[in-house]
Each structure stands twice: as structure tokens, then as C-alpha cells.
């Protein structure tokens, strides 16, 4: 089980903040890597630049082809050949340079942009992470505890339990805020300050430990015993009423 967040509000400042700035650190940095992929992916320019010229020079030498005689034997197979050859080893050499050189630009932007991005975002984030998932375990097993210990009946028993932890585990400081003689309240059974101590250091608020079922009982108790109150003062109202009408009546009206 995973808590996320303390029952008492001012405890979830911190908590709420920190993940707040964490999640900025991780957006701005993902930017700064991808800022950084963008920079690098201006290089294209010069891939498209060295492919445009590749791309010219076939025009060119195309044209030349094109405008080689047909026919004349030695010379029109001299000058093709010689179109051919500049095609090889020129324009299309260019092209295949600007390819490799658009490729080669693309995975440096990736790795570039990872390695501006990912590390920052693991250690500061991860760390936090790793930190955040802890204290939720933690607050999810104390409310596992108190939860189970609610639904088997023995919440005094949790309260014992939780006020020895906290003499074993609270600071000084803490436990004599808690109470002031602990030893003392331990001997005489007096668990709820520590109990609440230590819950409260958990991340959970003390109405927890108390079995609210009785308290809706005691409620329900209370409010039938209004009920009947009221309805016996009713009834002792018309009774002295009754009573009066009587006594005005007097002894000649009780002949008639």
C-alpha cells in the first residue's frame, strides 16, 4: 500500500512543492536537450548543401551528355565516357556524401540531446523519485497498521504498540513534546500522546487510533436519550396542566 500524501495538511506543503519543482526541473532540462537536438539538426544545412551540389553537377554533366554528337565514331563514345566518369566520381559521390552526412547529423542531435537531457534528469529526478516512493511505503504501512488493528478491534493495542516505538524511535526533542514523563505513561498505560506522536511522524493524524463506529453509537445513545427527555418533560407539562384546570374548577364545580 502507497501514501502519498499526510493527513495533516501543513505536512503536505513540502511534499506537494517538492514535486512541483521537480517536475519543472525534469520539463526544463527535457527542453534543454531538445534545444540542443534542434542546434545540432541545423547542420542539415550543410548535408543539403553538399547534396544540392552533387544534384547540380549530374545536371550539368547531364546536359553535357546530352549535347554530346551521335554517330561519330571514337568521339561520341570519348566524350560520354568522360560525362560518365565525371558523373561517378563528382555529382553522384557528392550525393552519397550528403546522405551519409544527413544520417550522421541526425544520430549526433539524438545522442547530443540525451546526454544534455538525461543526466540531470536522473539524478536529481530519479533520486526523488526513489525518495517520494520510500515515504509513501512508509505512510502505506502505517495506515496498513492501524487499518488492520481498526478492523480487528484492538485499536488500545495499536496505541500501545505505536507509544513504545515512539520512546524506542523519536527524538528527544519530540518525545518530550509528546509528553512529559514517557516512562510514566507507559507504566500507567496512558498510550495516546505517544501513539499520536508517532503516528503524526508516520504522516497520519490521531483520529485514526479511535473507533469512530462508537463515537456514530455514542451519538446515536445521546441523541435517544434527548428524544426521551423531551418526551417526559412533555408529559410532566400536560399533567401540571391538567392539574391547574383542576384546582380552578374547585370543590362547587366537582357537585355540578
Known amino acids: 500500500m502507497l501514501k502519498f500524501y499526510p493527513d495533516h ?3 503536505r506543503v513540502p511534499r506537494v512543492l517538492g514535486d512541483m519543482l521537480v517536475t519543472l526541473w525534469i520539463v526544463a532540462w527535457a527542453l534543454c536537450g531538445f534545444a540542443v537536438y534542434q542546434i545540432v539538426e541545423g547542420l542539415q544545412a550543410v548535408a543539403d ?11 550539368w554533366i547531364q546536359s553535357f551528355r546530352n549535347a554530346v554528337p551521335r554517330g561519330i ?4 563514345s570519348f566524350l560520354t565516357g568522360v560525362a560518365d566518369g565525371l558523373q561517378k566520381n ?6 552519397g556524401f550528403g546522405g551519409q552526412a544527413r544520417d550522421t547529423i541526425d544520430h549526433m542531435a539524438v545522442a547530443f540531446g540525451l546526454i544534455t537531457a538525461i543526466p540531470p534528469i536522473l539524478i536529481v529526478g530519479g533520486t526523488y523519485l526513489f525518495l517520494r516512493w520510500r515515504d509513501a511505503r512508509e505512510m502505506g504501512a502505517a495506515l496498513a497498521f492501524v487499518s488492520a488493528a481498526e478492523r480487528s478491534g484492538r485499536l488500545e493495542q495499536a496505541r500501545a504498540v505505536l507509544a513504545y516505538r515512539a520512546v524506542a524511535q523519536l527524538r528527544f526533542t519530540e518525545l518530550m513534546k509528546a509528553s512529559q514523563d514517557p516512562i510514566g505513561d ?3 498505560h ?7 506522536a ?31 427527555g423531551e418526551t417526559s418533560q412533555q408529559e410532566d407539562g400536560d399533567r401540571g396542566q ?9 370543590p362547587g364545580d366537582k357537585g355540578h
Open 90 to 95: 563528382s555529382g553522384d559521390q557528392l550525393i
Open 73 to 76: 565514331p571514337g568521339i561520341s
Open 186 to 188: 507507559l507504566a500507567a
Open 198 to 228: 508517532m503516528l503524526k511522524r508516520a504522516g497520519l493524524e490521531s483520529f485514526r487510533l479511535y473507533d469512530r463506529g462508537s463515537e456514530r453509537l455514542s451519538e446515536a445513545a445521546a441523541a435517544a436519550a434527548a428524544e426521551v
Open 9 to 11: 495538511v501543513p505536512a
Open 190 to 196: 496512558h498510550y495516546d500522546g505517544l501513539a499520536t
Open 49 to 59: 548543401g553538399i547534396t544540392g551540389t552533387g544534384r547540380t553537377l549530374d545536371a
Open 242 to 250: 391538567a392539574q391547574r384546570q383542576v384546582r380552578r374548577l374547585g
